[in-house]
């Protein structure tokens, strides 16, 4: 057991040398027999994790408490957003056993609450919904007790394919907006602001808890982030995370600056007061964090 700096993480170089994180960004690395066997049931189902393939550093944290969040649809992303670590390029064909593999995962560990994430598949005509669809019929059938969670794409803001996820009814269904409206266009520049709003929205009028997530740091003001958790209150979004953006790569958008803890909490409390229900707040949070608690934060 050991604490690592992320320095794999930092802000890309200047004249005067890579800075060092701030000192809260350490993090536990254990890999214990709960690590080991998710890491282990992962590679034998020939599976992926958005844990790993965002390079996410709670990864420790999380796989030690038996909880993961599963990358379906393969893991190449059809889209290039400039602070994402998952590879851009052309997909290969839909798995369409992946669905029973992850349910077999879900039962092999024990799961009580499962998280489903995917690449962007903008070539598919319905943004790959279907297999979300059966992905969450295949875990419900093998581990009825368990709890579901979905982060799904904007399907290019087709409520069909949305309406095909929501018929499932999973317990949270999460759409992360991610950054502020005015640096949207430069940094998810094939997904546009107001279409995310309105995916939400429609998901609430379908019944769905709704949950969203924003990264900071990448050159937005802290007026444009309540701009934001505003705008997701108004499409009545009920669990909201925040966390502080790491630059994966050198060839990765930089840091434009550092939260303090003290301004993720204070960031935690208008959330509240503003009506969500749940809030995770802080510099390592990211969409996945403590999930399982959020279940039942519906008003």
């Known amino acids: 057991m050991s604490f690592i700096p992320l320095d794999h993480l930092r802000p890309s170089s200047s004249p005067i040398g890579r800075p060092r994180l701030p000192s ?28 790993e393939e965002a390079r996410c550093p709670n990864r420790w944290e999380c796989w030690n408490a038996r909880t993961a969040t599963f990358l379906i649809l393969g893991d190449i992303c059809t889209r290039r957003c400039h602070y994402c670590s998952v590879e851009t390029g052309r997909p290969l064909a839909v798995d369409h056993e992946e669905p029973r593999r992850v349910a077999e995962a879900v039962q092999a560990l024990g799961l009580r609450h499962a998280v489903i994430t995917s690449v962007n598949r903008d070539e598919l005509a319905d943004g790959g919904a279907a297999v979300f669809a059966e992905t969450i019929r295949q875990t419900r059938r093998l581990s009825p007790n368990c709890t579901i969670e979905v982060l799904i794409p904007d399907f290019e803001g087709s409520e069909d394919a949305l309406a095909m996820v929501c018929a499932e009814k999973p317990e949270i269904l999460n759409h ?124």
Not at 29 to 44: S, V
Not at 261 to 289: C, I, N, Q, W
Request: net charge neutral; proline share 5%; aromatic share 8%.
């Open 176 to 299: 992360n907006i991610e950054t502020v409206r005015r640096l949207f266009p430069s940094i998810r520049p094939q997904g546009k602001y107001q279409r995310s709003i309105a995916l939400l929205g429609q998901a609430k009028r379908c019944g769905m808890t709704t949950k969203s997530g924003l990264i900071l740091g990448m050159g937005e003001t802290l007026d444009e982030v309540r701009e934001v958790m505003r705008d997701l209150r108004t499409v009545k979004c009920d669990i909201i995370t925040i966390g502080q953006y790491l630059q994966p790569t050198r060839e990765h958008l930089p840091v434009a600056r550092f939260y303090d803890p003290v301004e993720f909490a204070t960031l935690k409390d208008e959330g509240f007061m503003m009506g969500f229900t749940h809030v995770e707040s802080g510099p390592l949070v990211r969409s996945s964090y403590h999930a399982e608690q959020q279940v039942g934060s519906e008003p």
């Open 24 to 51: 809260w960004f350490k993090v536990e690395a254990k890999t214990g027999p709960d690590y080991l066997d998710i890491k282990q049931t992962m590679e034998r189902l020939n599976l992926h994790t958005i844990c």
